[in-house]
């Protein structure tokens, strides 16, 4: 991306998204917002916004990234004088904050079973709320040592310590229990 005095055309609209320039966005989406371009890039049509319509407080910055096909309005309402300038403002990056939302979207992302029926999802989630449970492929693997194979019956419960096995089967049993889910299928 090329951030000094980047500009492009909208598609529909014929306004010039240049690095400075502060506009109300409405997006495909029904998403609105106004923001100063921050930087654009007229390959993938990127443009990245720095929300809100000045730089005034700057002890933390929303930036939003933005694909120009997905704009459906923007209109411009005025310019700033410095927008890349964020060491007057004393802005920082909260590293820690970054770090905690990333790690948030890692575990929502591992807690989804691929290829796994929907019964077994409704366990893995009904398991993960009181036990340290990860999927290993089609697996179920709880306290790193213990495993429950499809189709996620106590039968299918190994390993682990014997006193581990056999409260996991038990768990296991009243949450499909709780979900009324057949030991049949």
């Not at 964020?86 to 820690?96: E, G, H, R, S, Y």
Request: charged share 30%.
């Amino acid at each position: 991306m090329n951030p000094a005095n980047a500009t492009a055309t909208e598609a529909g609209g014929g306004d010039e998204y240049e690095v400075g320039k502060t506009y109300e966005v409405k997006l495909t989406t029904g998403i609105e917002f106004k923001g100063i371009v921050l930087a654009y890039d007229s390959d993938p049509h990127v443009i990245i916004f720095h929300e809100g319509t000045s730089r005034g407080n700057c002890k933390s910055m929303t930036t939003r990234t933005v694909n120009a096909s997905f704009i459906s309005k923007a209109n411009l309402i005025g310019k700033c004088k410095d927008p890349l300038d964020a060491n007057k403002k004393k802005c920082f990056v909260d590293l820690n904050g970054l770090l905690e939302k990333e790690a948030i979207a890692i575990r929502k992302i591992e807690s989804i079973g691929v290829g796994v029926t929907a019964e077994a999802q409704k366990i893995f989630d009904a398991l993960s709320k009181t036990l340290h449970v990860k999927w290993e492929n089609k697996d179920m693997v709880i306290m790193e040592d213990v495993r429950i194979c499809s189709p996620y019956h106590s039968d299918f419960v190994t390993g682990g310590t014997r006193a581990a096995n056999d409260r996991i089967k038990k768990v296991l049993n009243n949450v499909r229990e709780k979900l009324q889910l057949s030991s049949d299928t």
